[in-house]
Antibody, heavy 119, light 111 residues
Framework: DVQVVESGGGLVHPGGSLRLSCEAS????????MNWVRQAPGKGLEWVSY????????YYAASVKGRFTISRDNAKNSLYLQMHSLRAEDTAVYYC????????????WGRGTLVSVSS | NFILTQPHSVSASPGKTVTISCTGS????????VQWYQQRPGSAPTIVIY?????PSGVPDRFSGSIDSSSNSASLTISGLKTEDEAAYYC??????????FGGGTKLTVL
């Protein structure tokens, strides 16, 4: 099956750190740009970060720049999001999503992993 | 900041047609393609329209997209509404400063 599966979410105190993972299967992971998109409880979608297939290009939303780091290991078919200095407003379901290589829309999404930042 | 504005909610009866708007805050919405995603409760989003008006395979032709440059807006139209269409719909575009931008989402209720 073609899928991506996120993991690593949980409860963390403000100022803490967390590392999310996304494991891909069923497609040639290294040829796809990947993204993290988050959704706060009851709220809309917010793009968080992008990484190209070979990791040469990364982008971040202004809200996370300097605190979050996206990376990938193509040998392990895995995408990561290292999050530092977490804030209450980072509380959300974090989705891993591939970018359609021809039309640049988010075409394969995981089920998400919940990150809760609270004291 | 580039912002996409959607109505918070819309509703219509089964069999009817509904249109959801997505208005760009600045520049021309026609400068970059608009995508539309459907998100049913408890599920991840799925694409229903890409590049303003293209349907991925598997999306019924009841779904259509358009751009109106005069109002700097994009629209998603769903005809022949079915109860299964009840979901949140998000428009999304691209901005050179903010990269991928989503609208706030519109909850569609099929009464």
């Amino acid at each position: 099956d073609v899928q991506v599966v996120e993991s690593g979410g949980g409860l963390v105190h403000p100022g803490g750190s967390l590392r999310l993972s996304c494991e891909a299967s069923g497609f040639t992971f290294s040829t796809y740009s990947m993204n993290w998109v988050r959704q706060a409880p009851g709220k809309g979608l917010e793009w968080v970060s992008y990484i190209s297939g070979g990791s040469a290009t990364v982008y971040y939303a202004a809200s996370v720049k300097g605190r979050f780091t996206i990376s990938r290991d193509n040998a392990k078919n895995s995408l990561y999001l290292q999050m530092h200095s977490l804030r209450a407003e980072d509380t959300a379901v974090y989705y891993c999503a591939s970018l359609n290589s021809a039309y640049w829309y988010f075409d394969l999404w995981g089920r998400g992993t919940l990150v809760s930042v609270s004291s | 900041n580039f912002i996409l504005t959607q109505p918070h909610s819309v509703s219509a009866s089964p069999g009817k047609t509904v249109t959801i708007s997505c208005t760009g805050s600045s520049g021309s919405i026609a400068s970059n393609y608009v995508q539309w995603y459907q998100q049913r409760p408890g599920s991840a989003p799925t694409i229903v329209i890409y590049e303003d008006n293209q349907r991925p395979s598997g999306v019924p032709d009841r779904f259509s997209g358009s751009i109106d440059s005069s109002s700097n807006s994009a629209s998603l139209t769903i005809s022949g509404l079915k109860t299964e269409d009840e979901a949140a719909y998000y428009c999304q575009s691209y901005d050179s400063s903010n990269y991928w931008v989503f609208g706030g989402g519109t909850k569609l209720t099929v009464l």
